[in-house]
């Protein structure tokens, strides 16, 4: 497998890579490789130090949902695991490892790749390997030896799944056996999966006793990318037309309240009078309950989380690549109403701001690839300041810009 992971860093990109056994690259461990070089993941590297401190850590396990499910994991998973000489590891959504128990020979052993807790494990950060590309996938996966795409990790296997929150499906984070060449068994991945199920079904009877542990926001509005807008409302989402996520964004935008005339402004400059908006807004009304709109001005009375918001703090903390994580695309990309246009031009610019100021080759390598950063100059000259003139990827990179300028004409 070592030799077919050489290849395809060395550009051979298609099916079949043949391994030295005869057999070829299984397409999940391909695909997942393609995605890997994607991000700009760093194939020699050894994974980004921890970026959260002993006491946040602890703060933010504490009061993660799937600490709730930790009891379960160590009765079914730990002991047994630690006895055979493997490690377990719960992460949250975004890939983070939460808790790393086991063997403490292991333990120390799994240093030298990072493989500890804090250290964020997600596919666009360490590439290839079981808990970050379950995650990805939002499904079971075991990864073997040189099927990493770090090669750090090429002496390790892995067995992963997601968990999933029983009430409304989302990932809540991944369970993960890693060790030696054993982990690579059909039964480990079997035990995985088996303890997922436990765990879910425990967190289904906590559900029912108190909802508040895995409650997710009251209510949410989605409007980034491409996908229909969803408010979700008790747990359950209901698909928006597109007026109506326009009209709940700017509501939650402005948070002081809006006339209908100013409503009527930010939808539209010219066509929209103040009584279609009053008519939208019944439809809206109905869509929050009856205690959820006032009028005069039009005011939401309830707390809407929105995934533009999300974006905003995770860039006032400075966590770029939580922001990048959050935005799939654009506000609305279809909406032509002036006052989404601000609002969307407006988080593209303070994201794409802090990718080029932070320069981190990984996150540039995501924006140039995505609708927002395909034709970005200044983020393609920051990427390829990131990178060593040496690799191939810089070569890559440069010929890039060279065409960029060309078609922008500069």
């Keep these: 497998m070592s030799s077919a992971h050489r290849c395809f860093l060395e550009g051979v990109d298609r099916l079949p890579i043949v391994r030295p056994d005869g057999d070829s690259v299984r397409p999940v461990v391909l695909d997942s490789w393609r995605r890997s070089r994607t991000s700009g993941v760093d194939p020699d590297g050894l994974g980004d130090a921890v970026g959260i401190d002993d006491l946040e850590l602890q703060r933010y396990r504490a009061n993660h949902p799937t600490a709730l499910i930790r009891p379960i994991v160590r009765k079914l998973l730990v002991e047994d695991a630690a006895e055979a000489g493997l490690l377990v590891a719960i992460s949250d959504a975004g890939g983070r490892l939460l808790w790393v128990e086991g063997d403490s020979k292991v333990k120390d052993r799994a240093l030298a790749m990072n493989f500890v807790e804090g250290a964020d494990w997600s596919e666009e950060r360490v590439g290839t390997n079981a808990p970050g590309t379950a995650l990805a996938l939002d499904h079971h996966v075991q990864i073997f030896g040189a099927e990493h795409f770090s090669r750090v990790v090429h002496d390790w296997s892995c067995s992963a799944a997601p968990v999933h929150n029983p009430r409304d499906g989302r990932i809540i984070g991944a369970i993960d056996i890693t060790g030696g060449p054993r982990v690579a068994a059909p039964e480990v991945l079997s035990l995985i999966r088996a303890t997922v ?120 903390r400075g966590d770029t690549s939580a922001a990048l994580r959050a935005y799939p695309g654009p506000i609305l990309p279809r909406s032509l109403a002036p006052g989404i246009g601000e609002l969307r031009a407006e988080l593209r610019g303070r994201l794409r701001a802090a990718l080029v100021t932070a320069g981190d080759r990984r996150l540039l390598a995501r ?23 040496r690799s191939s990827m810089y070569a890559q990179v440069e010929a890039q810009l060279r065409l960029l300028d060309r078609k922008l004409g500069n």
């Design 197 to 316: 199920l436990a765990a879910e079904s425990e967190l289904r009877l906590l559900m029912l006793d108190s909802p508040q542990p895995l409650a997710p926001p009251a209510t949410r509005l989605r409007v980034l990318g491409s996908n229909r807008p969803t408010l979700t409302r008790g747990g359950e989402p209901i698909r928006l037309s597109q007026r109506h996520a326009e009209i709940l964004l700017l509501l939650a935008e402005y948070p002081e309240g809006l006339s209908a005339d100013h409503l009527a402004m930010l939808l539209d400059e010219s066509e929209l009078d103040p009584v279609t908006v009053r008519a939208e807004m019944s439809r809206v009304r109905k869509l929050l309950g009856a205690n959820g709109l006032s009028s005069r001005p039009y005011r939401l009375l309830l707390d809407l989380d929105t995934d533009v918001a999300e974006v905003r703090r995770a860039l006032a």
């Design 367 to 389: 924006w140039t690839g995505s609708v927002d950063g395909r034709d970005d100059l200044a983020a393609w000259t920051a990427y390829l300041s990131s990178l060593d003139r």
